[in-house]
């Protein structure tokens, strides 16, 4: 039965990616594109990867989602002056792209057996951690640099965008008001935000034990700020504000002050001392959610558009 | 036979075939918005292999193998910020030239200068 409900999940997802290649309109094939992001977390569920699915339809689908809709409205008005590529051009990428899915097809077809697995090493580690969730202990315990690096990654990308306005611009907001806010939209920025952010503190506190944790309570926080700034609630901050850059910076600041105490009262970098595991990891995480929460949305939000207030 | 139909090895060459479908929008698509949603979905294939990877090597109690889902998760994140960058580049490069398919300008036009 559930055998079905794959086959059923994996054609969905195919005949989405082939109507996002060929819809003439870019809108239809963004909207097809989020469609495809929460499809998409129903197969990372059959996967058995609770996590990996929140994260893909928090991140993957809904926050690029949103992004790209964005975009592709503010382009809307450009002229496309398309020069399809010729037959002969699009057969030949076709015949080359048809080889690297049936080389990775094979790859697939001939997994090992016995797999490889990292899975008893985690599951005898684990208890040192303090924490239930294997995926949280690998997130922030076993390889606590990939997060704190990938933290640093998320910084540079935002700066990256920032960097993209004009000169004489640096520092102010982005523009999330549109020209015309809905009855509807103001109504549920004022309802939502409250349950979201409950929601997100919920899924960050029971990421210790549970299927959650910091990057998909930083989303949902990501996600209603968002939405209090789209709807017009809130201008969005001055890019230059002290207050939110000590925000944006606070949670990787504070995983790597953490990490050089490991030296101190620990074995090394991002050493954790023994019993005292738990609080500094749940400590880390709390602040690593606002600041991705922060983060995301600034990500969404774009280079600014208006000059900074004096 | 049957060994083939386990979630896997089916989302495992599900993956393949996005792999493929994205890098095709991404080569051929004259739209720049377009190629960035055809990277997007390059990626979720690569993470589905990846993912099969992780089912396939489940064990010591854990149905899915904690590592790769991890890696995963870092790489779903990682993957939407250099979307956003993308993006932001793809409106800024069109604020500048106007055009928002990807074709080479004529030599006698003068290059706008930043406004």
């Given at each position: 039965m ?13 005949a ?8 003439p ?8 594109f989020?469609?495809?992001g929460?499809?998409l ?9 609770i ?19 964005r975009?592709?409205a ?13 037959v ?6 076709a ?7 049936c080389?990775?097809a094979?790859?697939?077809l001939?997994?090992p ?7 008893p ?5 684990l208890?040192?951690?303090g924490?239930?969730?294997?995926v ?6 076993h390889?606590?640099?990939d ?30 008001r ?55 609630l809130?201008?969005a ?16 600041a504070?995983?790597?002050?953490i ?7 620990a074995d090394?970098f ?27 949305g600034?990500?969404?939000?774009g ?7 004096p | ?6 979630p ?17 929008v991404?080569?051929?698509?004259p739209?720049?918005?377009r ?15 990846f993912?099969?990877?992780a ?5 010591a ?29 793809t ?7 106007v055009?928002?398919?990807?074709q ?5 036009q ?6």
């Amino acid at each position: 039965m559930t055998l079905l409900l794959d086959l059923a999940l994996i054609a969905w997802l195919l005949a989405l990616a082939m109507h996002i290649a060929m819809a003439p309109k870019d809108q239809n094939a963004i909207v097809a594109f989020i469609a495809f992001g929460l499809l998409l977390g129903l197969g990372w569920i059959r996967l058995s990867s609770i996590d990996v699915a929140l994260t893909e339809v928090a991140v993957g689908g809904g926050l690029t989602g949103v992004l790209l809709l964005r975009a592709e409205a503010h382009l809307r008005a450009r002229p496309a002056t398309g020069r399809v590529t010729s037959v002969a051009h699009r057969t030949m990428a076709a015949l080359g792209c048809a080889a690297v899915a049936c080389g990775l097809a094979l790859v697939v077809l001939l997994f090992p057996a016995p797999a490889p697995t990292l899975a008893p090493t985690v599951a005898a580690n684990l208890d040192a951690t303090g924490l239930g969730n294997p995926v949280t202990a690998v997130l922030l315990a076993h390889r606590a640099l990939d997060t704190l690096l990938e933290k640093v990654v998320l910084l540079l990308a935002l700066i990256g965008v920032w960097s993209l306005a004009p000169d004489r611009l640096w520092g102010g907001a982005a523009d999330l008001r549109p020209a015309f806010v809905p009855e509807p939209l103001a109504y549920l920025a004022r309802m939502l935000p409250p349950f979201g952010v409950l929601i997100a503190v919920y899924m960050f506190w029971v990421g210790a034990d549970a299927p959650g944790g910091t990057f998909q309570a930083g989303t949902v926080l990501a996600a209603m700020w968002l939405l209090v700034m789209l709807a017009g609630l809130r201008p969005a901050p001055d890019t230059r504000r002290l207050g939110l850059r000590l925000v944006l910076v606070g949670g990787p600041a504070l995983f790597l002050a953490i990490g050089f105490l490991g030296f101190a009262i620990a074995d090394g970098f991002l050493a954790y001392p023994e019993g005292a595991a738990k609080p500094l990891i749940v400590g880390i995480e709390a602040a690593l959610t606002v600041s991705i929460g922060a983060i995301l949305g600034l990500l969404v939000a774009g280079p600014a558009r208006k000059a900074p207030t004096p | 036979m049957t060994a083939l139909l386990n979630p896997a090895t089916l989302f495992g060459l599900c993956g393949a075939a996005l792999v493929g479908i994205g890098l095709f929008v991404v080569i051929t698509h004259p739209g720049l918005l377009r190629r960035i949603v055809g990277f997007n979905i390059l990626g979720a294939g690569i993470f589905l292999v990846f993912g099969a990877v992780a089912r396939h090597g489940a064990g010591a109690g854990f149905a899915s193998d904690p590592v790769p889902q991890a890696l995963v998760i870092t790489g779903i994140v990682v993957a939407f910020s250099a979307t956003a960058l993308a993006v932001a580049l793809t409106q800024r490069l069109l604020d500048l030239t106007v055009c928002k398919t990807v074709q080479a300008p004529p030599q006698d036009q003068p290059r706008r200068s930043e406004p």
